[in-house]
């Protein structure tokens, strides 16, 4: 415990905060279609899946190990490194959280921890093949990979069924979108909680509080799966609105194969190391059963914001945490609290603005589009 130093500890609280924001960021991966096409109600959703979520961060390290000992040199890695590329991945996940974006936490933290990393030890501190191999390839492959699987299963659940009753087939389906939604739970925790899991055993590895190389330690597995169940639990609605009926209107045949899609890929690289986005997956998987539904209506302008968005975070998160990381490496206790006091008044603006129109459990479903007011409400009495 000795090794745990105040500066230790900040950077743990912060990676558990990221958990949290990966969490209802990302709440939409798993329950966004089951809530649209009413297999289950929103509240319910965001239970099953902020529960199954701890579980899934239990099931396996494979990710973790690759966040903590691959893609950066945890050699030259100090805490204010780590601490900065965070500040970086929070406020893209509360940017995009704000316009209803399902852009990618994973790329987030990448982003941020690369900038970071980049700044305070320079190009060697980051391991590039490790980089393209683990993150940049999986962000290519799995979003096609899970929509084409999406695409035809959706053609073949509507070609087995075309001839039955479209109540039993939607009430079928709905059922099975129970089963496809919680396994999608299980296997984002089983990915996602893993990247902060990897954060804090890398910190913990250069504080000297463990061996290089070292996988993450039970408490460290507990304490992150607690930190993105509750955080799947708050619900992401505004991205919830924007995957459940921004791209395509879904019905349960539809829902139900996208589920099933973005479960094997997922579990799939989890098992392999691979650590992808699941944002990427789920999206990829949601756009293939649009498009598996004869003359169902794909929103390519979102779809085509979305896909601005992937390309944009990595990059952005990494400039954020860059210059976090110029900012604490030269002001030494003093940057660091620097960084923390604006990173914390930019959060909370951002929760403040999200406030003048928000979206919950009652009206989610309301509308397709993600609106950001830039003035207050008008009260009731005056005009609007």
């Known amino acids: 415990m000795d090794h745990i130093t105040f500066l230790v500890a900040v950077v743990i609280v912060t990676a558990l905060a990221f958990d949290f924001t990966n969490g209802f960021h990302d709440t939409a ?27 899934g961060a239990f099931l396996s390290t494979e990710v973790a190990k690759t966040v903590s000992g691959g893609i950066v040199d945890d050699t030259l890695v100090s805490p204010g490194m780590i601490f900065a590329g965070l500040v970086g991945a929070i406020l893209w996940n509360l940017l995009t959280w704000l316009v209803g974006l399902p852009s990618s936490s994973s790329h987030a933290l990448f982003g941020g921890l690369i900038g970071a990393v980049w700044v305070g030890a320079g190009s060697r501190g980051v391991n590039f093949e490790k980089v393209v191999e683990k993150v940049l390839v999986p962000a290519v492959a799995s979003p096609v990979v899970a929509g084409v699987a999406a695409l035809l299963a959706t053609c073949l659940a509507y070609r087995l069924t075309g001839r039955a009753r479209g109540d039993s087939v939607t009430k079928g389906f709905r059922i099975g979108q129970i089963a496809s939604a919680s ?95 699941t944002t990427q997956v789920a999206s990829g998987s949601v756009l293939g059963a649009g498009l598996g539904r004869r003359l169902a209506e794909v929103r390519w302008g979102v779809a085509g914001r979305m896909a601005l968005a992937w390309v944009v975070t990595l990059p952005a998160a990494a400039l954020v945490g860059g210059l976090a990381a110029a900012v604490a490496q030269n002001g030494g206790d003093l940057g660091t609290a620097v960084v923390a006091l604006v990173g914390a008044a930019l959060a909370a603006s951002i929760v403040v603005v999200s406030r003048r129109n928000p979206v919950h459990a009652h009206n989610v479903n309301d509308a397709h589009e993600v609106r950001v007011r830039t003035e207050p409400p008008a009260k009731v009495g005056t005009a609007a």
């Open 183 to 277: 396994l999608v739970s299980l296997a984002h925790g089983t990915n996602d909680a893993q990247k902060t899991m990897g954060v804090i055993t890398l910190t913990l590895i250069s504080a000297g509080a463990l061996g290089h190389h070292a996988g993450p330690p039970l408490w460290v597995i507990a304490s992150a799966g607690l930190a993105i169940g509750l955080g799947t639990y708050l619900g992401g609605w505004r991205i919830i609105r924007t995957m459940g009926k921004g791209l395509t209107e879904i019905q349960s045949p539809q829902g139900f194969a996208a589920e099933t899609a973005s479960t094997t890929v997922i579990l799939t690289s989890a098992h392999l190391g691979f650590a992808l986005s």
């Open 29 to 55: 991966n798993a329950m966004a279609t089951s809530i649209v096409t009413g297999a289950l109600a929103p509240r319910t959703a965001v239970l099953i899946s902020g529960v199954l979520n701890v579980v």
